[in-house]
């Protein structure tokens, strides 16, 4: 038997067919992985859009919040009680408020009756711990979580929360008017406020800072904070009285130009108050000159708080202790120059800003 060799050229052409369709099989081998990629990046992008999105609102449930501010005649501080009742209702919570009028036994039962109302969470505007100790240890063997606003107070391990604006800030901020304003010898009469923490550091921070700018503080008051505007207006008319060469009042709090600039007026004497915790009903007082005024968003902490409590009912997000970094409070001066333009932090500009926060993040009004 005769065995044909095959010729080079018919070799040749036998490896090109089976390259060829090596090659097309490594093609569709491709094309196909590159087609299930595809179909499994689609399915997956459908998926994402057809499921719950990262931002879905949450059901925010119905709840009661307690509110309690030491006395609501003092406008500064009902300007923080009013804000923190206008949030909860802007969520649709109920709230429970008691006014102490001043008097620390009020406080104490008060803060009981709030804790013995079953409230789901408290929000407080400047009360001391020590005064309230017996609710706070009540609220928290209940569960019940009490924020601390406002202005600074002794903190306590029984708070969820304290949210407020720092007193060297505040002070730091009126103290340098003064020091443009006033030459050293310059006289000066404090009114005070010593029995609350806020004021007290801000007492002594300015009796730190006359000593330091040369002036002299000929008189100091402490105010009776459950008549504090007709108090003040007395203790500043017996200053002038008694130190004719007076050239300032200082005041820690917002009932201070109120107080203090009937009694300069009576006095015919061009005596300028300086005060922290400008309030509303100053604004005049500053437009006119007769008033420096530091302004800062006091009611924010209510507003914060109840921030606070929407996230902790909602999602069991744990409540800040502190305020958190991303609501620093804003603050400013106010005198003739600008007190035309008004209040610089009234609460419904400030609140709008939650609601359309809230609007994002829960479904409302609460259920």
């Given at each position: 038997?005769?065995?044909?060799?095959?010729?080079?050229?018919?070799?040749?052409?036998?490896k090109?067919?089976?390259m060829?369709?090596?090659?097309?099989?490594?093609?569709?081998?491709v094309?196909?992985?590159?087609a299930?990629?595809?179909?499994?990046?689609?399915?997956?992008a459908?998926?994402?859009?057809?499921?719950?999105?990262?931002?879905?609102?949450v059901k925010?449930p119905?709840?009661?919040?307690?509110v309690m501010g030491?006395?609501?005649?003092?406008?500064?501080i009902?300007?923080?009680?009013?804000?923190?009742?206008?949030?909860?209702?802007?969520?649709?919570?109920?709230?429970?408020?008691v006014?102490?009028?001043g008097?620390?036994?009020k406080?104490?039962?008060g803060?009981?009756s709030?804790?013995?109302s079953?409230?789901?969470?408290?929000?407080?505007t400047?009360?001391?711990?020590?005064?309230?100790?017996?609710?706070?240890?009540?609220?928290k063997?209940?569960?019940i979580?009490v924020?601390d606003t406002h202005?600074?107070t002794?903190?306590?391990?029984?708070?969820?929360?304290?949210?407020?604006?720092?007193?060297?800030?505040e002070?730091?901020?009126?103290?340098?008017?003064?020091?443009?304003?006033?030459p050293r010898?310059?006289e000066?009469?404090?009114i005070?406020?010593?029995?609350?923490?806020?004021?007290?550091?801000?007492?002594?921070?300015?009796?730190?800072?006359?000593?330091k700018?040369?002036?002299?503080?000929v008189?100091?008051h402490?105010?009776?904070?459950?008549?504090?505007?007709?108090?003040v207006?007395r203790?500043?008319?017996?200053?002038?009285r008694a130190?004719?060469g007076i050239?300032?009042?200082?005041g820690?709090?917002?009932?201070?130009?109120?107080?203090?600039?009937?009694?300069?007026?009576?006095?015919?004497?061009?005596?300028?108050?300086?005060?922290?915790h400008?309030?509303p009903?100053?604004?005049?007082?500053?437009?006119?000159?007769?008033?420096v005024?530091?302004?800062?968003?006091?009611?924010?902490?209510g507003?914060i708080?109840i921030?606070e409590?929407?996230?902790?009912?909602?999602?069991r997000?744990?409540?800040?202790?502190?305020?958190?970094?991303q609501?620093?409070?804003?603050?400013?001066?106010?005198?003739?120059?600008n007190a035309?333009?008004?209040?610089?932090?009234?609460?419904?500009?400030?609140?709008a800003?939650?609601?359309?926060?809230?609007?994002?993040?829960?479904?409302?009004?609460a259920?």
């Amino acid at each position: 038997m005769i065995a044909f060799r095959p010729t080079e050229k018919a070799i040749a052409k036998r490896k090109g067919r089976t390259m060829g369709k090596r090659q097309r099989g490594r093609f569709l081998s491709v094309a196909l992985a590159i087609a299930v990629l595809c179909v499994t990046a689609a399915a997956a992008a459908g998926g994402a859009r057809s499921g719950p999105a990262a931002t879905s609102k949450v059901k925010l449930p119905k709840k009661t919040i307690g509110v309690m501010g030491p006395i609501n005649a003092a406008e500064i501080i009902k300007l923080g009680t009013d804000a923190t009742i206008a949030a909860a209702k802007a969520l649709g919570w109920k709230t429970i408020q008691v006014d102490p009028m001043g008097d620390p036994a009020k406080m104490a039962s008060g803060m009981t009756s709030l804790v013995n109302s079953n409230v789901d969470a408290i929000v407080l505007t400047t009360i001391e711990p020590a005064v309230i100790q017996s609710g706070l240890r009540a609220a928290k063997a209940k569960g019940i979580p009490v924020i601390d606003t406002h202005t600074q107070t002794h903190s306590s391990a029984l708070f969820a929360g304290e949210y407020f604006l720092s007193p060297a800030r505040e002070f730091a901020l009126l103290r340098a008017r003064m020091q443009r304003d006033l030459p050293r010898g310059s006289e000066i009469g404090l009114i005070e406020l010593p029995q609350f923490l806020n004021a007290k550091i801000a007492g002594d921070l300015m009796v730190a800072a006359a000593k330091k700018a040369g002036w002299k503080i000929v008189a100091r008051h402490d105010t009776d904070v459950q008549n504090s505007v007709p108090d003040v207006q007395r203790a500043v008319g017996d200053m002038i009285r008694a130190n004719p060469g007076i050239d300032a009042i200082w005041g820690c709090c917002d009932f201070a130009p109120t107080g203090a600039i009937p009694a300069i007026r009576s006095s015919g004497k061009k005596i300028k108050v300086y005060a922290l915790h400008g309030i509303p009903s100053s604004i005049s007082q500053a437009k006119g000159g007769l008033a420096v005024l530091e302004v800062s968003e006091y009611q924010k902490g209510g507003i914060i708080a109840i921030d606070e409590l929407a996230a902790f009912f909602a999602k069991r997000n744990p409540i800040a202790r502190r305020t958190p970094p991303q609501f620093a409070y804003k603050q400013q001066i106010v005198d003739k120059t600008n007190a035309g333009k008004g209040y610089p932090y009234p609460t419904a500009p400030m609140l709008a800003q939650f609601r359309a926060r809230w609007a994002k993040l829960y479904i409302l009004p609460a259920s």
